[in-house]
């Protein structure tokens, strides 16, 4: 919701700060300059992304509303029971628990425990599907960052259109100041989006497709912890320091595969 809000102050500065120098408010529209900067951007992104990944950053946008939330400590709660089940029971008492998980890459990491798979077996293939799940997840991102790119420069070739349109209109001087005015709303269009819209938002996604993939890492990291037959109290302290330092220290870039690895019990 903050980013909502953030997004609404930041359109209204601008309106304020118009109306506060007694400029009429329908200065600021133009349909023509609109058509030019936002028609402009969104084909420049048909062209870079395609339809399909276009429609899926589009999606995720709503995340900026409500993100998606994972409680960690639940899972490393449910992870630790799951672990002490089948230390007792063995790992086929798992697949009653198994339509009760909603997350897939849980789903998947759990059905690889029943499935008997080793640790050595169980990282590729976990890493793969989270790497997998990242790339879409920063497809948002990706998008507006991309749209913020590209509006600026559309706003000042609009800009350039509408001073032709005026200079051919030399023999109406009248016209001149109100045709001018008109033409530089195009650059306002293409910077203001791109600054108080396009790129908070690229940022924003970029930032909760990273905090996505962080949680991957720990879930893989407790599945590789079940693999080896760990007791579930040693899973939850594991993973609960874990998850303090993802807290209290920035992360180094590095995919899922190489967290895991570096956790991994036995790593130097």
């Keep these: 919701m903050s980013g909502i809000i953030g ?11 118009s109306l506060v120098d007694g400029d009429p408010l329908s200065a600021l529209f133009s349909g023509t300059a609109a058509i030019i900067v936002f028609g402009g951007t ?11 990944k276009l429609l899926a950053g589009l999606t995720r946008t709503a995340w900026v509303v409500k993100p998606p939330k994972m409680d960690l400590s ?4 449910q992870l630790a029971g799951w672990s002490n089940l089948a230390r007792s029971q063995g790992v086929l008492a798992l697949e009653s628990a198994l339509d009760t998980v909603a997350d897939p890459f849980q789903r998947k990491g759990l059905q690889m425990i029943i499935d008997n798979t080793s640790k050595d077996d169980l990282l590729p293939t976990m890493s793969v599907i989270a790497e997998s799940a990242t790339h879409e997840d920063e497809a948002a991102g990706e998008l507006w960052e991309a749209a913020g790119g590209y509006a600026p420069t559309i706003g000042v070739m609009g800009a350039v259109l509408g001073l032709i349109h005026v200079m051919t209109r030399l023999d109406h001087p009248e ?4 045709g001018i005015a008109t ?5 306002i269009y293409g910077v203001g989006a791109a600054n108080l819209l396009f790129l908070p938002l690229g940022t924003r996604l970029a930032a909760i497709a990273q905090g996505r993939e962080r949680e991957r890492e720990i879930i893989i990291q407790g599945f590789m ?3 080896e037959g760990k007791p579930g109290i040693l899973i939850r302290q594991t993973l609960q320091s ?3 330092e993802k807290k209290t220290k920035p992360k180094k ?16």
């Excluded at 997004?7 to 309106?15: G, L, Q, W, Y």
């Excluded at 969104?42 to 399909?52: D, H, S, V």
């Design 225 to 227: 912890l079940m693999a």
């Design 42 to 52: 969104a084909a420049a992104l048909i062209t870079q992304f395609g339809f399909e």
């Design 175 to 178: 016209e001149l100041g109100a």
């Design 242 to 244: 874990f998850l303090n």
């Design 183 to 187: 033409a530089f709303v195009a650059t």
């Design 74 to 77: 639940s899972f490393i709660e």
């Design 7 to 17: 997004i609404i102050a930041a359109f209204a500065t601008v309106i304020l700060g």
């Design 253 to 268: 870039e590095s995919s899922p595969a190489e967290a895991a690895a570096e956790l991994a019990p036995g790593a130097a």
